[in-house]
Nanobody
């Protein structure tokens, strides 16, 4: 059974940084494209960053230059380094495959950017 567990969220000031982690169990994340998604209050879930099995990355325009997705295949973990955070980055962040698998959605981790 595949399980994805996100962590690393919290409350941060505008301009601050956070690093999210997603540990994948029950599957070798290294063989799949993985993505970080977020759902802001009142909005639909969106893909913000993805990384292929080969390491190619893609980002939503709203986070390009500020967020960095990476993976540690030995640890079966995917990361999202978020810098220069803005209030509009406030959301619940989730990881999943890219494209996502419905049954893989976890609880996510809350990121709140506020002064």
């Amino acid at each position: 059974q595949v399980e994805l567990v996100e962590s690393g969220g919290g409350l941060v000031l505008p301009g601050g940084s956070l690093k999210l982690s997603c540990v994948v169990s029950g599957s070798r994340s290294s063989i799949n494209a993985m993505g970080w998604y977020r759902r802001a209050p009142g909005k639909q879930r969106e893909l913000v960053a993805s990384i292929t099995a080969g390491g190619t990355t893609n980002y939503a325009e709203s986070v390009k230059g500020r967020f960095t997705i990476s993976r540690d295949n030995a640890k079966n973990t995917v990361y999202l380094q978020m810098n220069t955070l803005k209030p509009e980055d406030t959301a619940v962040y989730y990881c999943n495959r890219d494209p996502p698998i419905y049954v893989f959605w976890g609880q996510g981790t809350q990121v709140t950017v506020s002064s």
